[in-house]
């Protein structure tokens, strides 16, 4: 049962590659047959059965001039065989490559944008993430050419083996041995590769993040001035060493296997099938002695030519195994798939509501629990509360980056996930605190790829960068919005500072025409100053829109309709700023504290 599920695995991943390979370059399936071909033809047509033809005519005393001629003759596609190689290889072989890498990246890209956020927090699906990413790009071509290799091989065999039976049947025997030297030995230890992919992957995924952290600016300083270096040294240390152990306990098997797959694949069929030929001709005298070279010509092109094929078969075995990975990640379906189609939201929004909202991240480990709240068109709302009460969460769950596990959220009471998502994601303008700034110029990392007019674009530009108090610092700079915010590829280019990338993340949701503006912790980086204005113009800009925001200032809460204190994922109060400084509880204490270490 297990040999027919694995049958069906392989054949299975055969067709996806074959598919696969068909929508990004068909032409590759061509260009790698006719190769396997020309190869087969230099192998076998022109060294062995070519060879065999001269030896022949040369044994019936054929005219010295009429043999060069014939020489001349088999030379001539052996020029066009050669020719079509060093062109496969120095050029259509590399530029589809090309392709292909192009072509896989973008289906890797485009599936890696739709994944549900989930999955990067889930280390089972992540490993596969990582395998499919790594593999993907040359997994796929070697498998289509290794499936070619299989196809044409295998057929070169067969007619070699009719060839050699015609010869001397016994020494058919001699093939007996690469079948069993690959498909046994090498079978079994393509198994464990996989295995020992399987099983390092984990330790390979710490090693490169580790590796990662060390190159990347992000981190530098705090490597600079710490001792964390040591720390990510140790790490890396200890997944090196475990990635060690599970080479070591697998290393004596495969070496032994490694050992009978080559002494029965090469040394028993090579050393074997010569010293047959041998006895054969000089003892039995079965075989002329100017059959024997033809004789090995043949055992040798042909073995080579099954042991392509054979090779080829195993080295697909495994391949499937890679396969499989990728297609587990091609065809994952997300749980928010992004194309989600369905009803389009009627503006103006006048309602959302959440009803008995629950959700965790963790099985068991709830972050929000049982969360009602309705928010009205106008309405300014302001979360407040200790870290990881589930402020941020609760904003995620209304732009659908994640659904509830309980309870439904409803805009214009029609639960969201009824709307087609992406115009459901446009109805928000949102500046997050973990926002990141790409490396492209100002223009474009406020405007985020949603362009109109040149004229509008700039207008819009400089009024979010007005709204977000940065207008006269980008216009002092030299390129001014064309400014490039790396110096990873622009030496001209610039790196923000903290409280600079803040406001252009603000600027980038004031570019927004949104019904309902979201801004989680909008100014943890500002002095107080750019921070009292930065609210002054959130406010402003929402005016009738629907905000929600986040801040840990409550001075800048004060001027909300709603405050919402969020404590362990419940909203324990509610009330405006004035209502709830009168009941005297959480929020009320906290602010006062607040206000006690400015004055003090
Ligand atoms: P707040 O915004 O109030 O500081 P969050 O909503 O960010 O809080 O987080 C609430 C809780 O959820 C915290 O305990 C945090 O550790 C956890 N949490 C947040 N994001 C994730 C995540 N992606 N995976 C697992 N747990 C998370």
Redesign the pocket.
């Known amino acids: 049962m297990q040999v027919k599920n694995t049958f069906v695995r392989i054949v299975h991943a055969h067709q996806f590659v074959l598919k696969l390979v068909w929508r990004i370059d068909k032409r590759r399936i061509l260009l790698d047959l006719l190769e396997r071909l020309c190869n087969v033809y230099e192998f076998l047509v022109y060294g062995a059965l070519f060879t065999q033809i001269l030896l022949t005519l040369a044994a019936k005393n054929m005219d010295y001039d009429q043999m060069l001629m014939i020489i001349w003759l088999g030379l001539l596609p052996r020029v066009v065989t050669r020719l079509y190689l060093l062109y496969y290889t120095n050029t259509a072989g590399p530029v589809s490559d090309v392709r292909f890498q192009e072509g896989m990246n973008k289906l890797l890209y485009e599936k890696a944008c739709q994944v549900d956020?989930?999955c990067?927090?889930d280390s089972e699906f992540y490993n596969q993430y990582m395998m499919a990413v790594r593999e993907a790009k040359t997994r796929v071509p070697k498998m289509l050419h290794d499936i070619c290799n299989m196809a044409v091989s295998f057929a070169a065999a067969l007619l070699g083996f009719y060839l050699i039976w015609r010869m001397d049947r016994y020494a058919l025997l001699f093939i007996i041995m690469p079948i069993l030297g690959n498909f046994v030995f090498n079978g079994m230890l393509s198994g464990r590769i996989f295995q020992l992919e399987q099983e390092t992957i984990v330790f390979t995924r710490i090693a490169e993040y580790v590796n990662r952290t060390i190159h990347l600016a992000d981190y530098a300083k705090e490597i600079r001035l710490s001792n964390v270096f040591s720390l990510l040294g140790s790490k890396y240390d200890s997944s090196v060493k475990s990635a060690q152990k599970v080479v070591k306990k697998l290393a004596p098997m495969n070496m032994l296997l490694f050992f009978c797959f080559q002494y029965f694949t090469f040394t028993l069929l090579f050393n074997g099938s010569f010293l047959y030929a041998g006895y054969q001709a000089l003892v039995t005298g079965t075989i002329a002695f100017a059959e024997l070279a033809v004789f090995q010509n043949f055992m040798c092109c042909n073995t080579w030519n099954f042991l392509f094929s054979a090779e080829a078969a195993v080295e697909n075995i495994k391949n499937s195994f890679f396969i499989e990975q990728i297609e587990g990640f091609l065809k994952y379906k997300p749980k928010i798939p992004e194309d989600t189609d369905g009803l389009l939201p009627q503006l103006p929004i006048r309602t959302v509501t959440f009803s008995h909202v629950s959700f965790c991240?963790?099985k068991g480990?709830a972050?929000?629990k049982d969360v009602c709240l309705e928010l009205k068109e106008g309405d300014h709302t302001a979360?407040v509360?200790?870290?990881?009460?589930?402020?941020?969460?609760?904003?995620?769950l209304l732009l659908r980056l994640y659904d509830p596990d309980e309870g439904v959220i409803l805009v214009n009471g029609t639960d969201i996930r009824k709307y087609n998502l992406r115009a459901y994601r446009s109805l928000f303008s949102a500046a997050f605190q973990d926002g990141r700034i790409f490396a492209d110029t100002v223009e474009e990392n406020i405007l985020m790829g949603i362009h109109r007019t040149p004229e509008q674009d700039a207008e819009t530009v400089w009024r979010a960068l007005a709204l977000a108090g940065m207008d006269e610092e980008v216009r002092s700079w030299e390129h001014q919005e064309q400014t490039v915010l790396t110096r990873e590829f622009a030496k001209e280019g610039l790196v923000l500072s903290g409280g600079q990338s803040q406001k252009l993340l603000a600027a980038r949701a004031f570019a927004r025409d949104c019904p309902i503006a979201v801004f989680?912790?909008p100014s943890s980086a500002l002095d107080p100053i750019a921070e009292y204005r930065l609210f002054q113009n959130i406010l402003q800009y929402s005016g009738k829109r629907m905000l929600l925001f986040?801040s840990h200032r409550l001075s800048s809460v004060q001027n909300a309709d709603t405050v919402l204190f969020?404590e362990n994922?419940r909203i324990a109060e509610r009330g405006s700023h004035r209502e709830l400084m009168q009941q005297g509880g959480k929020y009320a204490s906290l602010y006062l504290k607040q206000a006690k270490n400015y004055q003090a």
């Open positions: 956020l989930t990067f927090e991240y963790q480990r972050v929000l979360l509360g200790f870290n990881g009460s589930g402020k941020s969460t609760l904003i995620k989680d912790e986040i969020l994922g």
